[in-house]
């Protein structure tokens, strides 16, 4: 089954405390993108990619990093989460610019 | 002014009814237009693409006006199935992968 799998899907953790969510995406597409989205500002976009070792911000990248090492993973990395990273997150990914993306199920995170 | 922006409702409809969503962006060089549902947390999840001569998918038909900067999404016979929140998305020509949500438009359907 097409799909972006999200891990993951619920995490609480403590300030400062590095974590990882990972994404992965089995339809070979090239663009990947992190979201997240929080209630009265819709979904915002933090970090995406073009095409392996191409990444690029988005519109809230600050206190994010992500990397793309194969195709089909573009994890996304909070070094020092802060209580407010607390949001859901949805990875997505399609196969090019004029098509739509595929969303993840989302990982919702606490940070406390 | 934000670069998408919708009405966020709430449409609240009886069931059977025409519904329709309007959306206005603001960069003229956007090049691809989308509708997605999203159900309360869930992921959104691609309704459908809006091409430039308009087009239909069953009960839902989506429009373009590049001159005035607005798409629509036009529900009709709507269905209790159909109660989601509808976003309106702009693929930004100028940057690969630029792409902007609207903040929603919620519908209830009542029976």
């Known amino acids: 089954e097409a799909q972006v799998t999200q891990n993951p899907r619920y995490l609480i953790t403590v300030t400062g405390k590095k974590l990882t969510v990972t994404c992965s995406q089995n339809?070979?597409?090239?663009?990947m993108s992190w979201y997240r989205q929080d209630p009265g500002l819709g979904l915002r976009q933090i970090y995406y990619?073009?095409?392996?070792?191409?990444?690029d911000k988005g519109d809230v990248p600050e206190g994010y990093k992500v990397s793309r090492k194969e195709k089909r993973n573009f994890p996304l990395i909070l070094e020092s989460p802060s209580p407010n990273q607390t949001s859901l997150y949805f990875c997505?990914?399609?196969?090019?610019?004029?098509?739509?993306?595929?969303f993840g199920s989302g990982t919702r995170l606490t940070v406390v | 002014r934000k670069e998408v922006e919708q009405d966020p409702g709430p449409f609240n409809v009886p069931e059977g009814a025409t519904v329709a969503f309007n959306c206005t962006y603001s960069?003229?060089?956007?090049?691809?237009f989308f509708w997605y549902r999203q159900d309360c947390r869930k992921e959104p999840k691609l309704l459908m693409s809006?091409?430039?001569s308009g087009n239909e998918d069953g009960r839902f038909t989506a429009q373009l006006n590049r001159a005035s900067q607005y798409i629509s999404l036009l529900i009709r016979d709507s269905k209790l199935s159909d109660s989601a929140t509808y976003l309106c998305?702009?693929?930004?020509?100028?940057?690969?992968?630029?792409?902007?949500f609207g903040s929603g438009t919620r519908l209830s359907i009542r029976p």
């Open positions: 997505a990914s399609s196969p090019g610019q004029i098509y739509g993306y595929t």
């Open positions: 339809m070979n597409h090239e663009y």
């Open positions: 990619s073009m095409n392996v070792e191409a990444t």
């Open positions: 960069n003229s060089a956007s090049q691809s």
């Open positions: 809006v091409y430039s």
């Open positions: 998305v702009v693929n930004i020509k100028s940057s690969a992968s630029k792409i902007i």
